[in-house]
């Protein structure tokens, strides 16, 4: 197995992922200088520290900055090569469903540090960014930020990801999506989560137990015959998975495929909930691009998602990679 997959797999979720991910994909670099990019604003910047501490007990990593003040606006150019990644799936006879999912710091806006890393050209690019995830119409596109900033408890304080309460705002959208029917029939309930963050591991801080919400309607997923299961607690991590839901009266019908990142992972107890028979792949750990191909074939439904942080150089937005898989599907 590859050092990088024995390092993301040995990582309960995030840091040690994030700071391989982003020294080899970190923003517009200045004078060959892996610790400076260029920002928005032409200037050279410091690459902030990976963990940056908020208030009211959040801490933020600094790649929600760094990005934001180097990209801006090219997060449109990338949902506009989203969307012809959906239309080439759409045209394989697969319905699709996309998103990018919000930066905490996007969301949790009234606790982010101050002074802000990067600050002005940070802000600017934040805001710019935010403006697009809101706006950006395409009926293949699920903008999620909005409910994500009404819903309390959305993001862990010490970790990067979303809670249960934030994975049930993406989960009840794509619902309504689906069908409306669907949307109606989802229930969720009240608990507590217990969690060691990806962040809490860098400062050594303990775990956080937050308010969270889980689906109550039902509805029981256990894993497909060969998979394991996706593990709650998170305490243990799988790249590729696959379930059966039931009872089917309650689900939707047909195989479904999750394409995405640690985010879509994290997702996964509220996402298995609505789909009868499906199948989640973490990408990049696929072995070739016809692994990927073949799931897609073997799917009536594809959801992909990518967190908006590396929105704009996933290989989801590459059309060498679009074009490779476009040929590769029936």
Not at 129 to 158: C, E
Not at 264 to 286: C, D, H, P
């Amino acid at each position: 197995m590859p050092e990088l997959r024995r390092k993301l797999l040995a990582a309960s979720i995030a840091v040690v992922a994030l700071s391989v991910i982003v020294t080899t994909t970190a923003p517009a670099r200045a004078l060959d200088d892996e610790q400076t990019f260029v920002g928005l604003d032409g200037l050279v910047h410091q690459v902030s520290p990976t963990v940056i501490q908020g208030r009211g007990g959040y801490y933020f990593i600094g790649t929600d900055f760094d990005t934001a003040c180097a990209f801006g606006g090219h997060l449109e150019t990338a949902l506009e090569r989203l969307s012809r990644l959906a239309r080439i799936l759409t045209r394989a006879g697969k319905k699709v469903y996309f998103t990018v999912t919000p930066n905490k710091a996007s969301v949790t806006r009234e606790v982010l540090p101050v002074p802000l890393p990067q600050q002005g050209c940070a802000r600017k690019g934040m805001r710019i960014q935010s403006g697009i995830l809101d706006s950006y119409r395409d009926p293949h596109y699920l903008p999620i930020r909005r409910q994500l900033i009404a819903t309390p408890h959305a993001y862990w304080h010490t970790d990067t990801h979303w809670s249960t309460a934030g994975t049930d705002v993406f989960a009840k959208a794509l619902a309504q999506a689906l069908d409306p029917r669907l949307a109606d029939r989802l229930r969720y309930k009240r608990t507590t989560r217990t969690h060691l963050g990806d962040l809490a591991k860098v400062v050594g801080a303990g775990p956080e137990t937050i308010i969270g919400r889980i689906p109550s309607n039902g509805v029981r997923t256990r894993p497909a015959r060969g998979s394991t299961a996706f593990d709650p607690t998170l305490t243990t991590l799988s790249t590729d998975f696959s379930w059966v839901s039931g009872p089917s009266r309650k689900t939707y019908p047909g195989r479904t495929l999750l394409l995405g990142d640690s985010f879509t992972y994290v997702a996964s107890e509220a996402l298995t909930n609505l789909f009868r028979k499906g199948r989640f792949m973490w990408l990049g750990f696929q072995d070739s691009m016809q692994e990927l191909a073949d799931a897609v074939n073997a799917s009536d439904t594809v959801v992909f998602t990518v967190v908006q942080r590396f929105a704009t150089i996933t290989s989801l937005v590459d059309p060498k990679f679009q074009n490779k898989l476009k040929s590769l599907l029936r």
